[in-house]
């Protein structure tokens, strides 16, 4: 029964140990822990028959429990590398897809490029002379333009001199109609 308990004790403090200790350091660990607890196990005053069976019965334990321990890490990374694959899979077929893109729009670009050198080439002076054209039409309808404000400056100047006038003789008209009333 002390057995028992010692037994249980140790795997408490083994459990404890190894959820303390740093992964990369728990297979030593584990196994250091194993050793200690198979050695108080046999320096034990209990019978012999009861030690081998405990020693072995903690010794497949811990090979069970490594085991599993090993497997279960194999398997995250195995996971974590096919993440990764995966991931650096679809990257690589994004810059596949981009780069294929980026060579169609440069080949559009030459082409375009072509059609506009050509077209430039055939019809040099056509588009300078379209232009002198269409500055002479501008030049014409702001010479127009000019004329006729012109024109009405001088309007607006006989019609204010006529006003005045008009005031003038209205005021005049005032005065005599008051000196007759009187």
Do not use: C
């Amino acid at each position: 029964m002390s057995s028992l308990l010692s037994h249980h004790k140790d795997q408490l403090r083994l459990r404890k140990s190894v959820s303390d200790s740093s992964p990369a350091s728990s297979a030593a660990t584990t196994k250091s822990l194993r050793h200690e607890r198979l050695s108080r196990l046999n320096s034990s005053g209990s019978s012999d028959g009861s030690n081998i069976t405990s020693s072995n019965h903690a010794e497949s334990y811990f090979k069970r429990r490594e085991n599993r321990l090993s497997a279960r890490k194999k398997a995250e990374e195995e996971t974590a590398n096919n993440d990764y694959k995966r991931m650096y899979e679809k990257a690589l077929a994004t810059n596949q897809r981009l780069k294929t893109r980026l060579e169609t729009s440069k080949q559009e670009l030459t082409v375009i490029q072509d059609q506009l050198q050509r077209t430039q080439k055939e019809r040099p002076g056509d588009s300078s002379s379209n232009m002198l054209e269409a500055e002479r039409k501008e030049s014409w309808s702001l010479k127009k333009k000019i004329s006729d404000m012109e024109e009405q400056l001088k309007v607006k100047a006989e019609l204010k001199m006529e006003n005045q006038r008009l005031k003038d003789e209205n005021g005049a008209l005032i005065r005599v109609i008051t000196k007759l009333s009187k």
